[in-house]
């Protein structure tokens, strides 16, 4: 039985309007690592509000991530649509298959899960249906 986790392994962040001290709206470039039923690596970026300097957002954040990676086995690329709440005590992030945007032996993709965690270590569920190949549901402790 395997975890379902991805890691991030790379942030690059900067303020794109607004300033240090007061609101301001970023822009974050991240790089993951997925292990478990998604075993790949992946490309995200997010649009992120802070109210002020010192808050960790708040706000419901939106992001796109590309995925390299196999599904059930399967090879091929993805896109995420993610929608991501950011505070002091982590993430929450709730994420879909963009349709049309699998490749490869995951071509006819749909699915979408959850994460959530205060840790670069990240479990997540993903419920995703695979063309001729069967409908799985996978929460971050293995089970299916």
Do not use: C, K
Not at 34 to 45: L, N, P, Q
Not at 108 to 122: D, I
């Amino acid at each position: 039985m395997s975890t379902n986790s991805y890691t991030v392994t790379s942030w690059d962040e900067h303020v794109v309007a607004g300033s240090d001290t007061g609101p301001h709206y970023a822009h974050a470039h991240a790089t993951s690592t997925y292990r478990g039923v998604i075993e790949g690596t992946a490309s995200v970026d997010y649009l992120l509000y802070y109210d002020e300097a010192t808050a960790h957002g708040g706000q419901r954040a939106p992001g796109y991530e590309r995925v390299e990676d196999s599904v059930a086995g399967r090879s091929g690329t993805f896109v995420l649509r993610h929608d991501v709440a950011y505070t002091a005590n982590g993430i929450s992030d709730r994420f879909t298959v963009v349709p049309g945007s699998a490749t490869g032996e995951l071509a006819g993709l749909e699915g979408s899960g959850t994460a959530a965690s205060a840790n670069e270590t990240v479990p997540y569920t993903f419920d995703y249906h695979l063309p001729e190949g069967g409908t799985d549901s996978v929460d971050p402790r293995g089970g299916a």
